[in-house]
């Protein structure tokens, strides 16, 4: 009797789940490889799926437009704007581009006059214009002069771009505050104000800001990247990743979308996405080569391993703007970079890593750059460092800001005061930068757990009394280090002098000449910062006798133990090193 064959075992089987989403995602596949029938195919389906949805309608009329059939793709955007939805105004711009593309002047015309007067953000008025020129140039007569909705309110939104491009981020958020409590419906403003935010390190209320234009516009492709990043950064990480799975699905047609889509997702650490959107733009501008999207391409490739291509990337980068020393840095950190001593660039920004500035500053001994002190991305570095850094970034950005001593930088200061959280010592370094830059009013501080006002024109130390010798001492050392000691130690050397007389108090030593004891806490505080120097060095400066400086130095060791303290500073360092 034969026996019968065990049956073979079944094949897992996945399910396809067929959806526009599945559609969409065919669609983009297609327009990647420059496929344009099978997108439209793709495209078609989506709509088929999802017939309510204007915006697999509008991704149609697009490869229509790009196919060249243009009064197909308008037929669509006109059944968008009567059934679906009247309030995408944009799609009257594309309608104008597609009349003129068919050399229907007349009909160009009158969409784009109602494009002007219906669209309330002017997201393509700089285009929409230029094409009225074309218009003008075809016709050969005057235009219909159209009532420019965007324009109204254009100008105080273009100040606030501005101001963020120069990073003055509180004044910028004072200006879109106003501009939204009058015009609430103004979605490019509230983006805006939720880069500021965010700029200035205020991740909740940037969020916030953002979920409001969404609710308004639940499509907006700037609001969604904003968001997903806002969520990343600050322990949003499950909704931040819904996010990016529906930006996953999206393929702007427009350059300036696409690359804020392509930032986007290399920021929340999608490089394969962003490399994608990066090479496409690379293709269709190509004519424009851009020394910053040569790097943010390159830092794509550098994170997914294609290292030699970044590398060329750099390399044409560093050839277009050689005086930036961004592509040069990568490249001499190329060897780094391919055996594993130097992770890729995390940043999607165009400018040395904030750290490599920092230390480059701090070397060179010199004032802060003016390009440091005005790039509104280096200047976000610093209030995001501020907030969010390490106690020793904090202390770095509070002595850069004592070069930098804007409004922008005294307004971050005093907040910072304000935190319980931060550090007593942070806080007086930071009142002590305060009071150098000029704000000399009463500063409110949270020290020791407690709010407490400082008064006007006082630092934030404890002086025992008001003695004009004991300040007299202050001003003659400060009068001298003040371009030859950072921020940190002209304040430790302040410090050092009220901790001697709250010690002594209320047998204060009498002071005679008061630049032999600022040359000793010259001296004392130039050792605590290993910084070279004799008594005979200190005494020349100030004009006394090198005994002198010796005498005043031996009393204030003698009150404050400073060479005990700092023996035990150089043991700690000794015992962290090993």
């Known amino acids: 009797m034969r026996k019968k064959n065990k049956a073979a075992p079944r094949a897992k089987i996945i399910p396809i789940q067929l959806d526009a989403a599945f559609f969409y995602e065919r669609a983009v596949r297609s327009l990647d490889r420059f496929r344009y029938d099978k997108a439209l195919r793709y495209f078609r389906k989506a709509v088929e799926y999802e017939p309510d949805n204007p915006v697999n309608h509008c991704n149609m009329a697009g490869i229509l437009s790009e196919m060249g059939n243009y ?80 324009r109204g309110r254009l100008h105080d939104h273009e100040r606030a771009r501005q101001l963020l491009e120069e990073g003055k981020f509180v004044e910028a958020v004072k200006l879109l505050k106003t501009i939204i409590e009058e015009q609430p419906e103004f979605l490019a403003a509230r983006n805006n104000l939720a880069l500021a935010y965010y700029y200035m390190g205020l991740f909740d209320q940037a969020a916030d800001t953002v979920r409001d234009v969404l609710k308004m516009d639940a499509g907006n492709l700037h609001a969604l990247c904003n968001l997903a990043i806002f969520r990343m950064h600050n322990g949003g990480r499950e909704e931040a990743l819904a996010i990016v799975g529906a930006l996953r699905k999206m393929v702007p047609m427009q350059p300036e979308l696409a690359f804020k889509l392509a930032t986007t997702m290399g920021i929340l650490g999608e490089h394969e996405a962003a490399y994608g959107h990066f090479r496409r733009l690379l293709r269709e501008l190509s004519g424009h080569r851009d020394p910053c999207l040569l790097h943010y391409t390159a830092v794509a490739a550098s994170n997914i391993g294609r ?54 500053w701090e070397g060179s001994g010199d004032e802060l750059p003016e390009r440091m002190k005005r790039d509104p991305l280096v200047r976000s570095s610093f209030f995001w460092a501020l907030r969010h850094g390490d106690r020793r970034m904090k202390l770095q950005v509070i002595q850069a800001f004592s070069l930098v001593g804007d ?165 700690q360092g000794e015992a962290e090193g090993d």
């Open 307 to 360: 290292l030699d291509e970044a590398a060329w990337l750099w390399k044409e980068a560093a050839l277009l703007d050689p005086e930036a020393g961004v592509a040069e840095y990568y490249l001499q950190h190329l060897d780094d970079l391919k055996s594993g001593r130097m992770s890729p660039p995390s940043s999607y920004h165009y400018h040395l890593p904030f750290e490599e500035q920092l230390r480059r």
């Open 71 to 150: 009064e197909e793709s308008n037929n669509i955007l006109k059944k968008v704007l009567d059934e679906l939805d009247p309030s995408m105004t944009e799609c009257w711009f594309y309608m104008a581009n597609n009349y003129a593309n068919m050399e229907m002047y007349e009909a160009a015309e009158e969409a784009l006059v109602q494009y002007l007067e219906e669209d309330a953000d002017g997201q393509f008025l700089e285009e929409a214009e230029e094409m009225m020129d074309l218009l003008h140039y075809e016709l050969d007569r005057p235009l219909k002069q159209p009532v420019v909705k965007a």
């Open 407 to 571: 409004d922008e930088v005294k307004e971050a200061l005093r907040e910072f005061l304000r935190l319980p959280e931060e550090d007593d010592m942070l806080k007086r370094v930071a009142v002590f930068v305060l009071r150098g830059i000029g704000d000399n009013g009463p500063i409110e501080a949270v020290l020791g757990g407690e709010r407490v006002v400082i008064e006007a024109n006082r630092m934030p130390v404890r002086m025992p009394a008001a003695n004009a010798r004991w300040q007299a001492v202050i001003e003659a050392a400060m009068q001298r280090i003040k371009n030859r000691f950072d921020a940190v130690q002209q304040h430790d050397l302040l410090t050092l002098w009220a901790e001697f007389l709250q010690r002594l108090y209320p047998e204060t030593p009498v002071i005679r000449k008061a630049e032999g004891w600022a040359a000793a806490l010259e001296y004392l505080t130039a050792k605590m910062h290993r910084k070279g120097i004799t008594f005979e060095e200190a005494a020349m400066r100030y004009g006394v006798s090198a005994a002198t400086v010796c005498k005043h130095v031996r009393r204030i060791d003698e009150v404050c133990g400073i060479r005990d303290r700092m023996k035990a500073a150089h043991m």
